[in-house]
Nanobody
Framework: QVQLVESGGGLVQAGGSLRLSCTAS????????MDWFRQAPGKEREFVAG????????YVANSVKDRFTISKDNAKNTVYLQMNSLKPEDTAIYYC???????????????WGPGTQVTVSS
């Protein structure tokens, strides 16, 4: 079993920044892919960014690639999502997910965190 805990969400004004953290524990491995998804009220969940514990490749959705960055600290089992130039449309619950298949952005990773709310005011 894998446990994921997100932190770092909150209320920020448009143009501001936040850094989300996701710490994994339990039976993780270097093959895992770690993803960030978000879901806004009334909208479907969407992939935001992903990275694997092994290697350096990362992936960020086109809709946010100029503003968001994903990174990791293997020693801390933590993945980060740096969000800059935030917009009101970034308001959503942000979820961390882990996929043992190593596929970044898979539709249904088996492990999910409880989510952290990000609210961007205009």
């Amino acid at each position: 079993q894998v446990q994921l805990v997100e932190s770092g969400g909150g209320l920020v004004q448009a143009g501001g920044s936040l850094r989300l953290s996701c710490t994994a524990s339990g039976r993780t491995s270097s093959r895992f892919a770690m993803d960030w998804f978000r879901q806004a009220p009334g909208k479907e969940r969407e992939f935001v960014a992903g990275i694997r514990w092994s290697g350096t490749a990362s992936y960020v959705a086109n809709s946010v690639k100029d503003r968001f960055t994903i990174s990791k600290d293997n020693a801390k089992n933590t993945v980060y999502l740096q969000m800059n130039s935030l917009k009101p449309e970034d308001t959503a619950i942000y979820y961390c997910a882990a996929d043992p298949s190593g596929v970044v952005g898979a539709i249904t990773p088996p492990y999910w965190g409880p989510g952290t709310q990000v609210t961007v005011s205009s």
